[in-house]
């Protein structure tokens, strides 16, 4: 994806971001009054070098719609681009900041939360998608990990796509 050092778009300042993207407002449809039917209020945030885009329609505010968008491209871009990491179970260590969200109770609005997934989906590639070593390598328990992989679709989907891929069988929900 990267050369290393290089920063993942996921992670980057929204400035630095944005210089990344192309920025589209248009017209939004559907219910929300003359407002929401005569302004440029939805947007659209495409990430050139990739081609994943994010659109938000939800608010009559532009503003509101382009933090929504970037919030949702980061996540796109974060189920989306792998890093290679070899793996050592004896001397691989998940980033200090996972010591401040225990269990991975964390919201999708965190800043941090990108990274998490990127983070997780990195370690469960490096093992093969097998959800007890990776969580093992994280410093989770492998219900912990189970929890934060179902509680967001996208990336429960995404997990069982590549375990697919693998044609290994999907993981469920107890």
């Known amino acids: 994806m990267n050369a290393p050092g290089d920063v993942p778009p996921y992670d980057l300042p929204e400035d630095r971001l944005l210089k990344q993207c192309r920025f589209e407002a248009f017209v939004g449809a559907g219910p929300g009054g003359q407002k929401r039917n005569r302004t440029y209020a939805a947007v659209r945030i495409t990430?050139?070098?990739?081609?994943?885009?994010?659109?938000?329609t939800d608010s009559r505010s532009q503003r509101?719609?382009?933090?929504?968008?970037?919030?949702?491209?980061r996540h796109k871009l974060a189920l989306e681009l792998r890093r290679d990491i070899v793996i050592d179970p004896l001397?691989?260590?998940?980033?200090?900041?996972?010591?401040?969200?225990?269990?991975l109770h964390m919201s999708p609005k965190n800043?941090?939360?990108p990274a998490t997934i990127a983070t997780a989906l990195d370690v469960l590639k490096a093992t093969h998608w097998q959800v007890p070593a990776a969580a093992s390598?994280?410093?989770?328990?492998?219900?912990?990990l189970m929890r934060f992989l179902r509680d967001d679709?996208?990336?429960w989907a995404t997990v069982n796509r590549h375990r697919a891929e693998l044609s290994m069988p999907p993981l469920t929900a107890r």
Do not use: Q
């Not at 081609?51 to 938000?56: P, R």
């Not at 001397?91 to 269990?103: G, H, I, S």
């Open 47 to 56: 990430h050139l070098r990739t081609g994943i885009s994010a659109v938000a």
């Open 64 to 73: 509101e719609n382009r933090i929504h968008a970037i919030r949702e491209l």
């Open 91 to 103: 001397t691989y260590r998940p980033p200090a900041w996972f010591a401040d969200y225990p269990k």
């Open 153 to 155: 679709g996208h990336l």
């Open 111 to 113: 800043p941090l939360y």
């Open 137 to 144: 390598l994280l410093g989770l328990t492998t219900s912990a």
